[in-house]
């Protein structure tokens, strides 16, 4: 399976190797909407910005909207204030809007570049007037090596309130990647350069592959008249009407699933029954009304070994639907003791016999399993993250013990179900579900009569190997 396979045709049918430039502008272009926002926003709404920094950064930018200053002035107007911090304040302060912010708004389509520019060993390069406290955490969340960004003047580890120059805006982006290409032996007439903004047109200029992304009006109109290859994005940002309706009908959809279930559970008298048509009902339904188009890889492992305990990576809101097409009948789950407090899905889960479990009690979260352990060994088969929480990135995250003990004392197989792209549809923390094609990989179940206490570490690390190489991710 091969997602966007036709977004990076030309880079996998172009040229190999380090000497190759892939240079990505940050904000409308790797993300939709702009750090900078995010930035202040996360700042102000904290209390960690003085009155003084808040009127003088709104001046700033105001008399830079106006055209009275230039880039250079916007930053000094807006870093004054920074004098006598320590730089290790806004590194935290970045990392943290990262991961609450930043995050979710990175394109599917920009990871996809990224990556194949990565496959092909080509030098890949963020060139961003932004700042690296606002750059630097995505790029190592996408692995990328080299930041070339508007720098802050740091002495002892204390900002001085200077910035430093040139700026990365304008040509002086183009400084920045000629020096790049200089000190790395780049060949820019065969390199790439990722942009939304007519501004970049210094460095458009210097690379023999430009590729306007997601460009602003003017940058539209240079990229028509000398025929770029010019490419848009809408899965993420301001959501279209469409998906607001497709949305809306995920969540109406809920109803007569249910209503579904309870007919076919009066007719069987089977409660049991009830629970298997809600939930096959509204997988099917939530995921076609949605757009989501569902491919799995390894279906027939679904069904070999029941019951069993399914395992999955846990990205989004929508893995407990795209599990309940999946999965279909008989199986039960564990989730987290908020769930439980939910109005609607609270007392869903509780009526198909959902174990709830206070992650932060580890005691009573082990007595809480025990009635999981006997749903398996009465036949049902349990679902649960092994992460115990969702990601805002498609990173893989540490693998907790709990699903792979119930497996054990049970004596039933483990089958991990391996999500590629969920976050594709639907961001963690995200209400709006859009189209999308999303890739399953169902790895073949493993025996677990063999496993002992002692060894699990190891099992668990194996199973986590697994599913790194599916994901193609060396975390």
């Known amino acids: 399976m091969t997602l966007h396979a036709r977004l990076t045709e030309d880079i996998h049918n172009g040229p190999k190797g380090p000497k190759v430039a892939a240079l990505f502008d940050l904000d409308q272009t790797l993300l939709a909407g702009f750090s900078a926002t995010a930035f202040f926003r996360e700042r102000l709404l904290s209390g960690r910005m003085a009155p003084r920094e808040i009127v003088e950064s709104l001046a700033g930018a105001l008399s830079f909207g106006l055209g009275r ?54 030098t890949v390069a963020i060139v961003s007037s932004a700042t ?24 002892d580890g204390v900002f001085t309130g200077r910035v430093l120059h040139p700026t990365c805006w304008g040509e002086g982006k183009a400084i920045a990647a ?59 940002g301001t959501p279209s009407a469409g998906d607001l309706l497709r949305t809306a009908l995920v969540y109406g959809s809920l109803l007569p699933s249910v209503w579904a279930g309870a007919a076919a559970g009066l007719v069987s008298g089977s409660r049991r029954e009830a629970t298997n048509v809600s939930g096959s009902v509204w997988g099917d339904l939530a995921t076609s009304l949605a757009g989501v ?25 929508l893995d407990s639907v795209l599990i309940l097409k999946m999965l279909r009948r008989d199986l039960t789950a564990v989730g ?24 932060h009690d580890r005691a009573k979260a082990i007595d809480a399993l025990k009635p999981a352990i ?33 497996a054990m004392q049970a004596g039933v197989p483990v089958v991990p179900i391996v999500f590629r ?55």
Not at 132 to 155: F, G, S, W
Not at 182 to 204: I, M, N, R, V
Not at 375 to 392: K, M, Q
Not at 432 to 453: C, F, G, M, Q
């Open 421 to 475: 792209n969920v976050l594709d549809a639907l961001p963690k923390d995200g209400l709006v579900v859009r189209p999308a094609t999303i890739e399953a990989v169902v790895l073949p179940p493993i025996d677990t009569s063999s496993w002992t206490v002692e060894g699990l570490d190891g099992e668990i690390a194996a199973i986590r190997s697994r599913y790194l190489d599916v994901l193609d991710d060396d975390a």
């Open 178 to 236: 000629r020096n790049l290409a200089a000190q790395h032996d780049l060949d820019l007439d065969q390199s790439y350069f990722y942009t939304d903004s007519h501004e970049d047109l210094p460095l458009l200029d210097c690379v023999g592959l430009p590729r306007p992304l997601n460009p602003n009006r003017q940058l539209a109109q240079i990229g028509r008249e000398r025929r770029w290859l010019v490419r848009r994005f809408h899965s993420r």
């Open 374 to 406: 006997d749903a398996l060994r009465e036949g049902l088969s349990l679902v649960i993250a092994p992460e115990g929480t969702r990601s805002a990135t498609p990173r893989l995250g540490k693998f907790k013990k709990g699903a792979f003990h119930m």
């Open 336 to 359: 987290k003791q908020e769930i439980r407090r939910n109005p609607i899905f609270g007392p869903l889960f509780s009526a198909a016999g959902v174990v709830f479990i206070d992650r």
């Open 132 to 155: 690296p406290y606002q750059a630097e955490p995505l790029a190592r969340d996408m692995r990328i090596e080299h930041v070339l960004c508007t720098r802050l003047e740091v002495e």
């Open 293 to 317: 188009d569902l491919r799995v890889e390894g279906e027939h492992h679904l069904w070999s070994h029941r019951p069993a305990v399914f395992i999955f990576n846990h990205q989004s809101a």
């Open 69 to 122: 200053t230039g880039f250079s002035g916007l930053m000094a107007a807006s870093t004054a204030a920074y004098r006598g911090l320590a730089e290790s304040v806004l590194e935290e302060i970045g990392q943290e809007v990262f991961e609450k912010h930043l995050a979710t708004q990175i394109y599917p389509e920009s990871r996809a570049l990224v990556h194949a520019h990565q496959e092909m060993g080509h």
